[in-house]
């Protein structure tokens, strides 16, 4: 009798202790970012091995029987994790009580067109985003924006959504940071994961600043600073920046197409660290709203600034030194981001 009490016990115990599926909805989930997505997040890569998901795809109605395909596929993979696969047009099925959103859809760049229309397009499709998550998500999702420009998006998704913490933003700047990472890693001929520290300041987009006075690496069980490692002081200034400001750019011009694993890595990493934090001693970058820092950045800015993550909350790192040479380097991005900032909020108004 005690040992069927024990085995009815621990089967109830089990059912209980089985997390309930959160809700994640990823955008532009027709394309080729999603699809290098998709297979990690349903498999448990990012919201751990033991907690079963439920995907929402959103994307537009054109791309509707693109996503039967997807859905295929995830169905195929057969991840006990995967509780469902919800493919949608719409908004409200796509941010119904969701938990993390990950908005990789945006308006790209066509030939010839100009910044502001860029800009332009872009506010509209955020600004109902951002609506949408004001009226059907819970209040404490977590957002990241990746569709471009990144910085400006995800400050027009979160002025939309005026009920949502606008600290539950955030916008993806850690490819321009694994890049960095990976970049010091090779010319120390060390692996990625002895490096860390680097810092993305500012826009996902050209003008940002990749510093390494603050990074450590770990060459032969010693750590030490990124400059005594590397010990080439021009390259860094130099080359090192070029090369990470320009990675997009080279990708596209080699394959043809926009970094898509790289960049599906990077969310990972990023949501991951919101989940789960980040490791003691350790920093990473990331896009969020700048009120309140202590580097003289501007207000109502998305600013990718290095962050520590704990219980799902980030804070900026503070007391960091700033020389004059990284100041320029900020400042030049952040300038970028208030012109960019103030023609999108004279669209949002229109």
């Known amino acids: 009798m005690l040992t069927l009490l024990t085995s009815m016990y621990l089967v109830v115990r089990a059912v209980s202790s089985q997390a309930e599926p959160i809700r994640v909805v990823v955008t532009g989930a027709a394309g080729q970012i999603a699809y290098s997505l998709l297979y990690s997040i349903a498999k448990g890569d990012v919201f751990g091995k033991d907690q079963p998901i439920i995907l929402i795809l959103l994307d537009i109605p054109p791309m509707l029987p693109v996503l039967d395909g997807v859905v295929m596929e995830l169905q195929d993979c057969a991840l006990p994790l995967l509780r469902e696969v919800i493919p949608t047009d719409k908004v409200e099925v796509g941010f119904k009580d969701i938990d993390a959103a990950i908005l ?31 009226k059907y998500a819970k209040k404490t999702v977590k957002v990241l924006v990746v569709g471009n420009p990144a910085n400006t998006n995800c400050l027009i998704a979160s002025k939309s959504a005026p009920s949502i913490p606008k600290e539950n933003f955030s ?27 680097v810092i993305i300041w500012g ?6 600043y990749p510093d390494v006075h603050h990074a450590k690496v770990n060459v032969h069980g010693s750590e030490m600073a990124a400059y005594d490692a590397v010990k080439d002081e021009s390259w860094l200034r130099g080359d090192f920046i070029s090369t990470v400001q320009q990675r997009g750019a080279a990708v596209i011009k080699a394959r043809k197409l926009s970094s898509a694993m790289s960049a599906a890595k990077a969310i990972c990493d990023h949501m991951r660290d919101i989940w789960f934090g980040t490791k003691e001693g350790e920093f990473i970058s990331m896009g969020v709203n700048a009120t309140g820092n202590t580097y003289g950045i501007p207000e109502d800015l998305i600013y990718s600034f290095p962050v520590e993550i704990k219980n799902k909350t980030w804070k900026m790192v503070d007391g960091l030194s700033i020389n004059d040479f990284s100041r320029a380097k900020m400042d030049a991005t952040a300038a970028e981001l208030v012109d960019e900032r103030d023609t999108a909020l004279a669209f949002l108004s229109q």
């Open 104 to 134: 990789v859809g945006s308006m790209p760049r066509k030939e010839g067109m100009e910044r502001k229309d860029l800009l332009k397009a872009n506010v509209a499709i955020f600004k109902t985003q951002g609506a949408a998550l004001d």
């Open 171 to 197: 916008c993806l700047t850690r490819l321009d940071h694994n890049r960095a990472s990976s970049q010091v890693a090779m010319r120390c001929g060390v692996s990625s994961d002895k490096v860390k520290n």
């Open 203 to 208: 826009n996902h987009s050209s003008t940002q």
